[in-house]
């Protein structure tokens, strides 16, 4: 029992140096220091400009690797349109109404250097979340006050990521 205990305790403790230190330290591009545009929302879905774009900053501020600032001190800008917002049913019931919706946004961003170059040109990024509704009515309702806002932090990290790997 104690060599169970010494091996899973030397396990456990040769894991934790393990890291990718020096790798991505800034995001595509060398930028450090971003300025995030107001996005463009594209959709009849009023705020959800607002609601990303203030994800996008608190995503953004909590990686060490990326500084939000003021445009004049910027080396990068991100500028963001939503495109898509859908809430659509995904599953039924046995009597043949809906009971599972999925709300559903896309965006596309474009990534600029300090002189206006494109780094990342119109990436498209999409994200998703699957929910239960006793109707159309409440499936929208629940879908603008809460599920939204999920799919939209969701979203912001995607986002976030594909700044660093940009594949």
Do not use: H, W
């Not at 609601?51 to 800008?77: C, E, H, M, P, W």
Request: glycine letters at 4%; one cysteine or more; charged letters at 25%.
């Amino acid at each position: 029992m104690k060599r169970l205990i010494l091996l899973f305790a030397v396990f456990l403790l040769s894991g934790c140096a393990y890291s990718f230190v020096g790798q991505n330290n800034a995001a595509v591009g060398g930028i450090k220091a971003i300025y995030v545009e107001n996005i463009e929302n594209l959709t009849t879905q009023p705020n959800l400009q607002t609601y990303f774009k203030g994800d996008i900053i608190n995503t953004l501020k909590l990686d060490s690797r990326l500084s939000v600032v003021d445009k004049q001190l910027a080396d990068g800008f991100l500028k963001v349109k939503i495109i898509n917002y859908s809430v659509n049913p995904v599953s039924f019931s046995q009597s043949g109404f809906a009971s599972r919706y999925r709300c559903s946004i896309v965006a596309v961003f474009s990534l600029f250097d300090k002189d206006g170059k494109p780094v990342i040109d119109e990436k498209q990024i999409e994200e998703s979340e699957d929910f239960d509704a006793k109707d159309q009515v409440l499936a929208t309702e629940k879908a603008k006050n809460k599920i939204s806002k999920d799919v939209l932090k969701s979203l912001a990290l995607k986002l976030r990521d594909a700044l660093f790997v940009n594949f």
